[in-house]
């Protein structure tokens, strides 16, 4: 091969079809009619690959290749959708034809798996490319709306985030919180501080930390890491809800005064961020030290404000204490029904009612339900972007201990001095919306985590799938066949439900509407782009199956 770039039997670095993870493989030759490379990797698969799926191994970054065990993508679970495995000509597949996806039924595809079941293992190591330059951060991850923001915008959100909640908290206080006022006056600096207001954030910090570590409840397994690993999670999060509840009402039973909550919400929020700010320099300081493959793919891009940021660790645990987990399903989640419940108090006080009124219950049962459908279907939480991907940084523990807490309780802080009576057919039409949408969200997430933990699930039998050069299949039919993100959808519409009963006065009930929408949009983009790189045409024979992405002919 005299003019070609690669030589024969020169070790160089071939992409995985469909994915961009790099495997070291062998040149055998190069065919100058179709101008392609036939190379082998280490498992003995051999493949055609272009040229600009060859890399020299140079570019990319070392990784102990005792701790990095990821399988090749043709001898994970689905081993049979492999190119090695699907013909015995293995020598002579294209990467494009590999990664052109077939729809089949489900059932065969998993018989097929079966059979492959004793196959001898050979472990490769993939290597991720070197992105030493900023501008050249992959969108590869999820959590939230912010992840697109190169380093410059990570100190913008940074400081603007929190500022952000504390004018909320200051806005939602005020007679008339309407735009024309916004933003609110800032009161001197010791009114955002309450040595009192941040014990009492520990306290209830501390109290599910407890909760969580008491040996109840299953031990789940979360998804297979890079390195083959599957972590065990404790799921007990109904019965940390169940403890919280009879623990608060005993206490005012107790006679505590619950309307300290509204009474200090911003002392409160101030606390918690400080709680957040220093939960993520911890976190961002154990990452310093983690080993490569704990890592999260994105928040490594050595700029320090942007990987604090976006976090670095992908798991970051304290002997079996998963912190992002943690985070994520209990303090803040929990805190949320907590403050809803003592809003539902305090507008009983400031109005002089007997019972709350049918709006604050509303606000209060719905988002309870989400609440306890989050906890109930805990492991499903395991199959989410922000657990599998996303590295926990300043932005989760931000999202998880302030924002949830803070910003999704406005519509009952709203309606503590800000009354909104309900005429019978609005609320007969507002619950049967909240319904509607909770039917859609659950049955698709359950749909999806059942289909991810088992694809050969007698129940899923009758869905038909997309098999992908990676192993894993995709749904094509069922809820997945309606829309892409048909969760997304039930999910705003819940969040419709939980406006409409504050009315249409002012725009502050309708934060959580209009962040949601933005939020969930640019989360379907970006896991658009995550999905096509992952699975190469199997995803675009998906996008032309399922032609909308979350609202069925609209969007
Ligand atoms: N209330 C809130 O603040 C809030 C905020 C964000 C999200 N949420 C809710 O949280 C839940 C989880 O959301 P998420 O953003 O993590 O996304 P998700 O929709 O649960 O997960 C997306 C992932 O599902 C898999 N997938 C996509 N299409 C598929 C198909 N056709 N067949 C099989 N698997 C498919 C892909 O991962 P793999 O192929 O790698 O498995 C994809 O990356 C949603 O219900 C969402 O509404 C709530
Ligand atoms: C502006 C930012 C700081 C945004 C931060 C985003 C996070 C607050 C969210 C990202 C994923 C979300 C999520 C839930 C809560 C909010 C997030 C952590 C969730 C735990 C709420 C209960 C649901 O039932 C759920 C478990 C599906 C959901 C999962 C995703």
């Given at each position: ?10 070790m160089?670095?071939?992409r ?18 179709s ?6 990797y280490k ?8 040229e600009?799926?060859?890399?020299n191994?140079?570019?990319?970054q ?16 689905s081993?049979?959708?492999?190119p090695?495995r ?15 996806a077939a ?55 940074l400081l ?13 206080n ?31 910090v ?7 570590i ?19 999670y404790?799921t ?7 403890v ?14 619950l ?19 220093l ?19 994105g ?12 976090g ?9 204490f998963?912190?992002?987990?943690f ?6 989640l ?6 809803n419940?003592?809003?539902a ?6 109005q ?26 805990e ?7 922000d ?7 300043f932005m989760l523990?931000?999202?998880d ?35 509607v ?14 289909f ?9 039998s ?13 749904l094509?039919s069922?809820?997945?066949g309606v ?23 002012h ?11 933005i ?6 983009s ?16 998906y ?7 979350i609202?069925?002919?609209?969007y």
């Amino acid at each position: 091969m005299p003019s070609v770039k690669y030589q024969r039997g020169e070790m160089v670095m071939g992409r995985w079809p469909g994915s961009s993870l790099y495997y070291e493989v062998k040149v055998l030759r190069y065919d100058a009619s179709s101008q392609l490379y036939t190379v082998i990797y280490k498992d003995g698969t051999e493949l055609e690959l272009k040229e600009q799926d060859i890399k020299n191994a140079a570019g990319f970054q070392t990784r102990s290749r005792s701790r990095s065990r990821s399988r090749s993508p043709g001898r994970r679970r689905s081993r049979s959708r492999s190119p090695a495995r699907t013909t015995r000509r293995s020598s002579s597949r294209t990467a494009a034809a590999v990664a052109t996806a077939a729809i089949t039924e489900s059932a065969p595809t998993s018989r097929r798996d079966a059979k492959l079941k004793d196959t001898p293992e050979v472990r490769l190591s993939p290597l991720v490319m070197k992105c030493g330059k900023l501008n050249i951060i992959k969108l590869t991850t999820s959590a939230s709306l912010l992840c697109f923001v190169l380093p410059p915008g990570a100190y913008f959100w940074l400081l603007f985030l929190p500022a952000w909640v504390l004018f909320l908290v200051l806005q939602v206080n005020l007679e008339d919180p309407s735009l024309a006022n916004f933003p609110p006056l800032l009161p001197p600096f010791e009114a955002f501080w309450d040595a009192q207001a941040l014990g009492f954030v520990i306290l209830w910090v501390l109290f599910q930390v407890l909760l969580y570590i008491l040996p109840v409840g299953k031990l789940s397994e979360g998804m297979p890491l890079r390195s083959g690993e599957r972590l065990k999670y404790r799921t007990n999060g109904f019965f940390a809800i169940a403890v919280s509840a009879v623990a608060v009402v005993a206490a005012v039973h107790q006679g505590v005064d619950l309307t300290y909550i509204h009474s200090h919400f911003l002392q409160l929020a101030t606390a918690s961020l400080l709680i957040s700010v220093l939960l993520s320099i911890y976190l961002y300081v154990r990452s310093r030290y983690a080993a490569p493959e704990q890592l999260a793919l994105g928040g490594n891009s050595g700029n320090v404000v942007y990987d604090f940021f976006k976090g670095h660790e992908l798991n970051p645990r304290i002997k079996d204490f998963d912190l992002k987990f943690f985070c994520e399903m209990r303090p803040g989640l929990i805190g949320w029904c907590l403050i809803n419940f003592a809003m539902a108090l305090a507008e009983m006080k400031e109005q002089s009612l007997n019972a709350p009124s049918y709006s604050m219950i509303l606000v209060n049962l719905f988002q309870l339900l989400y609440v306890l459908d989050g906890l109930w279907n805990e492991e499903a939480i395991l199959t989410t972007m922000d657990l599998m991907h996303d590295g926990f940084g300043f932005m989760l523990a931000f999202g998880d201990l302030v924002w949830v807490p803070f910003t999704y309780t406005l519509q009952a802080y709203y309606l503590v001095s800000h009354p909104n009576l309900l005429s019978l057919p609005a609320l007969a039409a507002i619950v049967t919306l909240k319904l509607v949408g909770f039917y859609i969200f659950r049955k698709s997430n359950s749909e999806k985590n059942a289909f991810r933990r088992n694809p050969s699930d007698p129940k899923l039998s009758h869905l038909k799938t997309i098999p992908t050069a990676t192993g894993k299949s995709l749904l094509v039919s069922g809820w997945w066949g309606v829309v892409r993100h048909p969760n997304y959808l039930g999910d705003l519409m819940m969040a419709l439900a939980w406006s409409l009963p504050c009315g249409f006065s002012h725009l502050l009930p309708w934060h959580y509407m209009i962040y949601f929408i933005i939020l969930l949009v640019h989360r379907d983009s970006r896991d658009m782009s995550e999905c096509r790189r992952k699975y190469g045409s199997a995803w675009d024979e998906y996008c032309r199956t399922v032609r909308y992405r979350i609202i069925p002919r609209v969007y």
